[in-house]
């Protein structure tokens, strides 16, 4: 159990009979000694927040979610195939829980699931992932890192702008929270 003076961002507690994870906390005291919190939960399962307010001193349920790392192995239809690098079980994980990451996931891509028991509840990438470019348009030579940016498509279908140096073939680093083109590793 945890109490409210001990709630922090991030924190996971069972609350109305579900799991959400701490977004805001803000103790707020009142007249007289008494004091409230105010907390913003996110539902780990759908993502929807609600606002509550409870008094301080209250106590919930902490819960303990495993980070497991998985391996990626296929996809069928919206169900993504990932294998647990530990106990190498097969995980299921719909493409709605895996939200922008189906955009980096080729084959042997290792991400960090977090499960509540058998149960998926989040998909954690790596801060940067390798991707080959399928398809641009090709540069010129003159062709310079600041001189501006094109589309170009990496393997999994994301469209990333890349400088217009960069050629179909080559591998690039690509930042998985902003989706920007970070350097380019290999040319072919």
């Known amino acids: 159990m945890i109490e409210t003076g001990n709630l922090r961002r991030g924190v996971v507690i069972e609350y109305e009979d579900a799991i959400f994870r701490l977004e805001e906390v803000k103790h707020i005291k009142m007249g007289r000694g008494g004091a409230v919190v105010r907390l913003k939960l996110r539902h780990v399962q759908d993502g929807h927040i609600i606002d509550r307010t409870c008094d ?47 955009n980096y996931l080729k084959d042997g891509a290792t991400i960090e699931l977090e499960m509540h028991g058998e149960r998926v509840l989040d998909a954690t990438l790596p801060p940067s992932v390798e991707l080959e470019v399928a398809e641009t348009a090709p540069g010129f030579k003159g062709d310079t890192a600041a001189g501006g940016t094109k589309p ?35 040319s072919s």
């Open 56 to 102: 301080a001193g209250a106590r919930f349920r902490q819960i303990r979610l495993e980070q497991r790392p998985a391996q990626f192995l296929y996809q069928d239809g919206d169900v993504f195939h990932f294998m647990d690098t530990e106990s190498y079980d097969e995980i299921l994980v719909s493409g709605d829980l895996l939200g922008n990451a189906v």
């Open 152 to 186: 170009a498509t990496v393997e999994t279908g994301l469209v990333v702008n890349v400088p217009l140096f960069v050629n179909a073939g080559e591998t690039i680093r690509v930042d998985t929270r902003t989706n920007d083109y970070i350097e380019r590793v290999r």
